[in-house]
């Protein structure tokens, strides 16, 4: 006999976990189904974010960061430091355990929210009586009847034409993670968030990094004068990257792959590495819903199409996260998955596309929300600029990282922040300000004006605030 629930959230990923959180929250009967199985076979809830995503490469990037500044920076703070060797299996083991650790956390927020939790693959069997029929497949099946569904299923790896996943010689995002050891060279196909983050990784641990990116510019989503800043600081530290790039043709072994490729010239190159990451994008991942059979809506690009309520085309189903239009993040996924969770109960949820911070936990980080100079140049919106370099920040001096700067673009009449561009220490914490100013509708003068701690990092924030009316104190 079918479980009777108010709601069944089709996967446990930041969406759909934090979704059947808040519902709960708000008095319904919840069910949450995940497939995903870590190492010994256990449910592994967290989705993309937890699995092979923002918390594992965190984790990595944390512990390369230690690698990097005991080989190079310690001497700096007068630190000698001599033999240092890499554990990268015991490396690795730390990252799984961080990983394991946000899952145990969220199957405990089920258990203390009273979420049930279903352990397999869930997909529409069809319209009945009280809602919607949903079988879950995994070691026992099973039927749920919910009044409202929410699909969170996320996203999956856009693979290269022609050119498969095999997670050892070609590796998504997954088998970056968990390469076993360092290659000599490695190529990154794909210069946005996650192949900086990952090349980053690798290079720090050892491996020659070769970044190929198909955009004319690098990092073409940035404020540009970021995007400069940022391609100086990896240029410096030994990224090899390449924009305006056409791959003509990848060919792999056993023990490799080679890459051939015209460069923003025209002039054809080969390149030949060990491992080669491909990161460039990701696709919604539909497959298995079984969303045909119930006439489930997709838009020409394979996304679930919603309205801005995240409303689908059925009625009591709904979409958030990577599997619906918008930026592909995990905090976009959590804010959604609370505004439906509170439309459900009667309640006006709401998401705001324009304060959603945009991360990059490369070194230098990289931070920003709102618009940049290239958008408000073309949408003709006269601005005010003001930056302020970490260079003059006490606090990033004593810290040894002076890399990037703070700016500030405001409204040339109303000083309302209008976008808030961070290349530095901390950016992606230092950020959480600007998102508070603007979604308050706040001035520059208001961040200028308010207090700040120091010596903090924060500072910088103030004083770029400060410069947007050209009258910085530091510098």
């Known amino acids: 006999m079918a479980k009777q629930f108010d709601l069944v959230v089709i996967g446990a990923g930041p969406g759909g976990y934090i979704a059947a959180i808040r519902a709960a929250q708000l008095g319904m009967n919840v069910a949450c189904i995940d497939a995903w199985t870590n190492a010994d076979g256990k449910p ?9 995503g923002c918390i594992p490469s965190k984790a990595l990037l944390q512990s390369s960061e230690h690698f990097e500044q005991a080989n190079h920076h310690f001497e700096e703070h007068g630190i000698e430091v001599k033999g240092v060797s890499l554990k990268l299996d015991k490396l690795i083991g730390r990252k799984d355990n961080v990983v394991k650790q946000n899952n145990d956390g969220i199957l ?10 279903f352990h397999g693959t869930g997909s529409f069997n069809g319209q009945v009586d009280g809602g919607w029929s949903i079988k879950v497949s995994g070691k026992e099946e099973e039927e749920l009847v919910g009044k409202h569904v929410i699909v969170a299923t996320g996203s999956s790896p856009r693979q290269l034409p022609g050119v498969d996943f095999d997670e050892n010689i070609v590796l998504s995002n997954d088998g ?10 490695l190529g990154v ?3 946005g968030v996650i192949g900086l983050e990952l090349g980053s990784v690798w290079r720090r641990l050892g491996a020659e990094v070769t970044v190929l990116e198909a955009m004319p510019e690098f990092l073409a989503v940035a404020d540009q004068q970021v995007a400069k800043e940022a391609l100086k600081a990896f240029t410096k530290q030994g990224l090899k990257i390449e924009t305006g790039v056409k791959i003509a043709e990848v060919k792999t072994t056993g023990k490799g792959a080679t890459i051939q490729y015209a460069d923003a010239k025209g002039e054809e190159h080969t390149l030949s590495v060990d491992r080669l990451i491909v990161s460039i994008g990701r696709v919604p991942h539909v497959q298995g819903l079984n969303a045909e059979a119930v006439g489930l809506k997709l838009d020409e690009r394979g996304f679930i199409a919603v309205d801005d309520d995240c409303r689908t085309n059925l009625p009591n189903v709904w979409a958030v996260g990577d599997v619906v239009r918008g930026p592909m993040l995990a905090h976009k996924a959590e804010e959604e998955g609370v505004a439906v969770a ?22 230098p980080e990289i931070a920003w929300v709102g618009k940049n100079e290239q958008q408000l140049k ?18 990033a001096r004593a810290l040894g990282d002076t890399t990037g700067f703070v700016k500030i673009l405001a409204d040339a009449k109303t000083d309302e922040v209008l976008g808030v561009h961070i290349i530095g220490p901390m950016a992606s914490e230092l950020i959480a300000e600007a998102v508070t100013i603007m979604e308050f509708r706040g001035a520059a003068e208001d961040i200028a004006r308010i207090c700040h701690a120091h010596p903090t990092l924060s500072e910088a924030v103030k004083e770029a605030a400060l410069a947007v009316d050209k009258r910085t104190l530091n510098f």
């Open 44 to 52: 592994a809830p967290g989705g993309t974010c937890t699995n092979v």
């Open 108 to 117: 405990y927020l089920f258990k203390k929210n009273k979420v049930s939790f």
């Open 378 to 395: 073309k949408e003709g919106i006269e601005y005010k600029a003001g930056s302020f370099p970490f260079m003059a920040n006490g606090r």
């Open 189 to 191: 196909i794909g210069g």
């Open 342 to 363: 509170e439309r459900i109960a009667g309640q006006h949820g709401h998401v705001n596309f324009g304060t959603i911070p945009s991360v990059l936990y490369t070194s």
């Open 176 to 185: 970056a993670l968990r390469i076993p050891s360092v290659p000599k060279k």
